[in-house]
């Protein structure tokens, strides 16, 4: 159900099935899926199931939730074999290059990425 901002939020679609898209791993707390236009052979978002703006809205209650993003990340790493590194991303707000305003984590592998980011 939606509730709010979550109403045309693109990633809430995502999560309930209205959007189609590639699953990578689900649980109770978060989604995983392939993004549209991947910036490296593996290129992997995952998301919350609830609704969260970005880490600007993250409080300490989050903390547990996030948590267990971070550790999908590695765990989708280790099953996609990127031993050779890989990169988890988290954009945030209009400087941070977020577009869709609900929380989520890059995971980018499979080839050398540069430093710094742009
Ligand atoms: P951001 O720029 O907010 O950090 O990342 C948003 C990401 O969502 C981008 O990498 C973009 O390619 C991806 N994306 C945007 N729309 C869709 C969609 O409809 N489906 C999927 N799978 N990814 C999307
Ligand atoms: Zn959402």
New binding site residues.
């Given amino acids: 159900m939606y509730t709010g901002l979550a109403m045309s939020c693109?990633?809430c679609k995502?999560v309930d099935g209205t959007?189609s898209?590639?699953a990578v791993y689900q649980d109770e707390l978060c989604y995983a899926?392939?993004?549209?236009?991947?910036?490296a052979p593996v290129?992997i978002?995952i998301v919350p199931r609830e609704h969260i703006d970005s880490m600007m809205e993250a409080d300490q209650s989050k903390g547990a939730l996030l948590g267990h993003l971070l550790w999908v990340a590695a765990e989708i790493a280790r099953a996609k074999q990127l031993g050779k590194g890989y990169r988890i991303?988290?954009?945030t707000g209009p400087d941070?290059?977020?577009?869709?305003?609900h929380l989520?984590l890059?995971l980018l592998g499979g080839r050398p990425l540069t430093w710094p980011p742009g």
Avoid: E, K, Y
């Fill in positions: 693109l990633f995502i959007i898209s590639t899926f392939a993004d549209l236009h991947p910036q290129h978002l991303v988290i954009n941070g290059g977020q577009t869709v305003d989520h890059h």
